[in-house]
């Protein structure tokens, strides 16, 4: 018997990127599952999400994909010029949303602003939520991330889970 590699259609519906994202959100998929959507297909012998793995490693980041000229993109195996021109176009949308979103970004003076930040959303929560709110250098948000939802009336979490959220920021 001949081993090929999964095509994502093989997989069940739970384990594909797309499906995955639909059920879960965004957030719940890795770098390569997110890329391998955008690639939406992959080649004989590599499943696109397989092509995302590799692209990853090949530039070792999305700081990386995003320096990667057009050009050598589309020389990487499994993508061609539309799919590199697919991905590019997906970072320069997020570029400019970050850029935006910079613009707009609250600055937190005080543990005020922090919790009148959150204050609202969290008021209706129908269990305890922990949340960081990652700064940049000028205390602005850079984003709220929930790390542990507990029970309904407590949450236990380690200390190094809240440092290891904002480490990504």
Do not use: F
């Amino acid at each position: 018997m001949s081993e090929h590699p999964v095509r994502l259609r093989e997989l069940p519906d739970h384990e594909r990127p797309r499906e995955r994202l639909i059920a879960l959100g965004a957030t719940a998929l890795s770098d390569a599952e997110l890329i391998a959507i955008l690639l939406r297909v992959g080649i004989a012998g590599a499943s696109a999400t397989t092509i995302a793995q590799q692209l990853l490693r090949d530039v070792g980041s999305w700081d990386g994909l995003q320096r990667i000229s057009l050009a050598e993109l589309a020389r990487k195996r499994g993508l061609g010029s539309a799919k590199a021109a697919q991905l590019k176009a997906a970072l320069e949308i997020g570029r400019r949303l970050a850029l935006h979103a910079a613009q707009e970004r609250p600055q937190i003076r005080s543990a005020a602003d922090a919790a009148q930040l959150v204050q609202l959303e969290m008021s209706h929560l129908d269990q305890e939520q922990l949340r960081t709110i990652c700064l940049d250098t000028r205390n602005r948000v850079l984003r709220i991330q929930t790390v542990y939802v507990g029970s309904l009336h407590s949450s236990v979490v380690r200390i190094g889970e809240i440092c290891a959220t904002c480490q990504a920021a």
